[in-house]
């Protein structure tokens, strides 16, 4: 991430945390705390944020909130198109995703899910799948950039696309690999960070 200024990672709140957590595991909540921690981190500054999965659906919500806040917003394999919103959806396309996931990364994933808990697992999930980003992206006021790994299965391209279609200004684009192409693409997804960041105005 080097030449993009300042560069300050959250670590979402939410299940993978053990109690007491930072906040509640729904997306909305996540998006609460989010919000607030821009205030503490940012200050007046306007600035390039960045969401992840079901990160990007909380993203998505604080950037409606918070257009004084967030000055570009870059939504990385957003979550979760509608026919995606019933666990029997869900089970099957994370089984086709993770054969095109890099080896090394269930070491990183699976203790985060067991820290969590089951139980609170399931609840993120079902507010996730209770969130319905198509109705909040029109009315995100910042450039926005949707990315998705080319084999990725939770943010297939007629979702992106439907997404992109309903931002006020928005564009796409499509890396190697599948849901966790940043893990594998670091220097791919840090320079199309650059890219909505120049398009925003807040990077030279």
């Known amino acids: 991430m080097r030449g993009l200024g300042q560069v ?3 670590r979402r709140a939410g299940f993978g945390h053990r109690s007491p957590r930072p906040c509640p ?4 909540a ?15 500054a306007r600035v390039v944020l960045v969401g992840h999965s079901t990160g990007a659906q909380a993203a998505l919500h604080v950037a409606v909130r918070r257009p004084d806040r967030v000055g570009s917003l870059v939504l ?4 979760f198109p509608p026919e995606q919103r019933r666990f029997p959806g869900l089970f099957r396309e994370y089984a086709s995703n993770s054969r095109h996931e890099p080896p090394g990364l269930l070491p990183v994933t699976v203790p985060y899910y067991v820290r969590g808990g089951r139980r609170e697992l399931t609840r ?8 319905e980003p198509e109705r909040v992206i029109p009315d995100v006021r910042c450039p926005t950039l ?3 790994g080319e084999q990725d299965r939770f943010a297939p391209q007629t979702w992106v696309d439907r997404l992109t279609a309903a931002a006020p200004d928005a564009w796409s684009a499509v890396t190697p ?5 940043p893990f594998r693409h670091g220097g791919l997804t840090a320079s199309l960070i650059a890219q909505a960041a120049r398009r925003a105005g807040l990077l030279s």
């Open 124 to 131: 993120f999930i079902r507010s996730a799948h209770r969130d």
């Open 76 to 79: 990385m394999g957003p979550t």
């Open 177 to 181: 690999g599948a849901h966790a192409f």
């Open 30 to 44: 996540v998006a609460d705390t989010v919000e607030a921690w821009l205030d503490v981190v940012a200050g007046d």
């Open 25 to 28: 595991a729904e997306v909305t």
């Open 8 to 10: 300050v990672p959250a």
């Open 146 to 148: 949707l990315i998705r």
